[in-house]
């Protein structure tokens, strides 16, 4: 055990010390890789905020009934009769318009309003939730609801709300595309400079092979060079997404101040990052175990 | 323990630089392989080393057939030999410490064992005052005598020198002989590739010295 620790550790030094004689160009190689993996993180950061701002509102459709100002009670039972009897419909919930009236005013975002008016102008409504939440069905739900007695207004609510859906799951794709066309170039970024390391050392490498080296005693200094190379990119790459973070969010400050919301982008959670991080270091490795074999295989040849 | 049996070897789109060939080297054994360039002796110690494998006949070293090796059984093989390249082949980016210390890296000899084991080679050779000089700042001299140190270190039961003396004044070349037949002397193999034999040989070392001579590819007496 000993044995295999100092096995491991004796390259690591090696490659360490390599990387502080030529620290200039092992930061450089770190932030290119930084800037590689920060694009995809970033997007990630903005669409996984936007998905939870939309998670907080309910993204199932309803159907909002608004009565009419002047609709008596006996319209008010004969409306919830027919929806409690109704076979599309799951649920349904009554607010009356002074239960609405107290909400709007307790609510940050227009309570400034609610000052300005003199007296209620909110109807009583009834919120439905639909069985079946396909669009279609919904607003046929919606068509035949708009025609019962003392309805003033029936509207499919959420409609926005999957619209920006669709964008947030166009944004989820584009990660995915991005990460892999990135993870491709990360590896290509690695692979490559280990490849001149490689270039480099050949004299090395050839006289180790010639007294008698595995090619797992010549490949372990290029998997830890590859690795630490992989562990310098994901970090760089977290400090650019905070970087961004920070400097997205003294905007966003101002722009959701004048909205009364506390919406700010916040950093990815822990398991993204460690995820992220665990990634950038298995494309590393993964990157140099391909430049090390090609050379390997060549070096043979000769 | 290096038996070579009608063994032949042929580089691609060549002729045959080995043709036939049969001999025997036993354990202590002094070898000189004498022979004009091109005679096929760095091929025949190429072959002797596993570094190459023969394209016909059988190929022994201790009772392992060469041929038959798998490519990932070949490095074990090597270090059992120790060489000297004509050329050196010191790494020119590290000190003469860390070019002694390769071979007991490549064995998994670290720590203090190791560097007990380095600075005996390095002062068998007389360059332990210069452990942390790097090998540029040698003479040619010096350059072959950390040579033979770093192939000593390991201990291997064979020495290989390929030319060692091809590129030094005579003075210098005994020097690097002698220290050759001071390890036969403590039971090593060791087998020597040089143009024609030294002009002046001890005597102790003239009784037990076998010859290879090579010409054109074939062994004559």
Redesign the interface.
């Known amino acids: 055990m000993n044995?295999w620790l100092?096995?491991h550790l004796?390259p690591l030094q090696m490659v360490l010390g390599r990387m502080r004689q030529n620290l200039l160009g092992t930061v450089l190689i770190c932030c290119v890789m930084g800037v590689t993996l920060s694009l995809p993180e970033i997007l990630y950061t903005i669409v996984d905020n936007l998905s939870q701002m939309t998670g907080s509102i309910e993204s199932k459709p309803q159907l909002s009934l608004f009565l009419k100002m002047d609709a008596p009670s006996s319209t008010k039972d004969a409306i919830a009769e027919k929806l409690k009897k109704h076979p599309d419909i799951k649920t349904y919930e009554f607010v009356s318009k002074e239960s609405a009236w107290e909400q709007f005013q307790q609510n940050a975002a227009t309570a400034d309003i609610t000052g300005s008016l003199s007296k209620n102008p909110l109807p009583d409504a009834y919120f439905v939730t639909p069985k079946d939440i396909h669009p279609e069905s919904v607003q046929r739900l919606q068509q035949e609801i708009q025609h019962w007695d003392g309805v003033d207004l029936a509207q499919i609510d959420a409609n926005w709300i999957k619209r920006l859906d669709t964008v947030i799951k166009l944004g989820k794709k584009a990660i995915f595309v991005l990460v892999a066309l990135l993870g491709f170039a990360l590896i290509a970024i690695v692979g490559n400079t280990i490849r001149l390391q490689i270039l480099t050392q050949l004299?090395?490498i050839?006289?180790?092979?010639?007294?008698?080296?595995?090619?797992q005693?010549i490949r372990r200094p290029f998997l830890y060079a590859g690795t630490l190379y992989g562990l310098g990119g994901g970090i760089a790459a977290w400090l650019i997404v905070l970087a961004v973070v920070t400097l997205f969010n003294s905007s966003i400050t101002q722009i959701a101040d004048l909205y009364a919301s506390q919406f700010r982008l916040s950093m990815p959670g822990l398991w993204v990052t460690l995820t992220m991080l665990i990634s950038a270091i298995g494309l590393g490795w993964l990157g140099s175990f391909v430049a090390v074999n090609r050379s390997l295989a060549q070096i043979e040849k000769l | 323990m290096i038996k070579f049996d009608q063994v032949s070897k042929r580089y691609p789109g060549s002729y045959e630089t080995i043709k036939s060939i049969s001999f025997e080297i036993n354990q202590g054994d002094l070898v000189f392989v004498t022979g004009a360039s091109g005679a096929g002796k760095s091929t025949l110690l190429k072959m002797i080393a596993g570094?190459e494998r023969p394209t016909a006949g059988t190929v022994l070293i201790g009772n392992q057939n060469v041929s038959q090796l798998k490519s990932?059984a070949i490095?074990?093989?090597?270090?059992k030999?120790g060489?000297i390249f004509q050329d050196h082949?010191l790494?020119y980016?590290r000190n003469c410490y860390e070019n002694v210390a390769?071979?007991l890296?490549?064995?998994?000899v670290?720590?203090e064992e190791a560097a007990k084991r380095i600075r005996a080679a390095l002062d068998k050779v007389g360059l332990l005052n210069k452990e942390r000089s790097m090998p540029i700042t040698l003479s040619g001299g010096e350059q072959q005598r950390l040579a033979i140190a770093?192939a000593v270190v390991s201990r291997p039961a064979i020495l290989i020198a390929d030319e060692p003396t091809g590129n030094l004044d005579e003075n210098y070349a005994a020097d690097i002989l002698g220290f050759l037949y001071a390890f036969q002397q403590v039971g090593v193999t060791v087998i020597i590739a040089s143009h024609e034999l030294p002009h002046s040989i001890p005597d102790n070392v003239k009784n037990i010295l076998k010859q290879l001579h090579l010409q054109d590819g074939e062994l004559s007496a």
């Open positions: 044995q100092k096995q004796q004299e090395e050839e006289v180790s092979k010639l007294i008698g080296a595995t090619n005693f | 570094l990932s490095p074990y093989l090597r270090r030999f060489l082949k790494l980016d390769l071979p890296y490549i064995n998994g670290l720590g770093r």
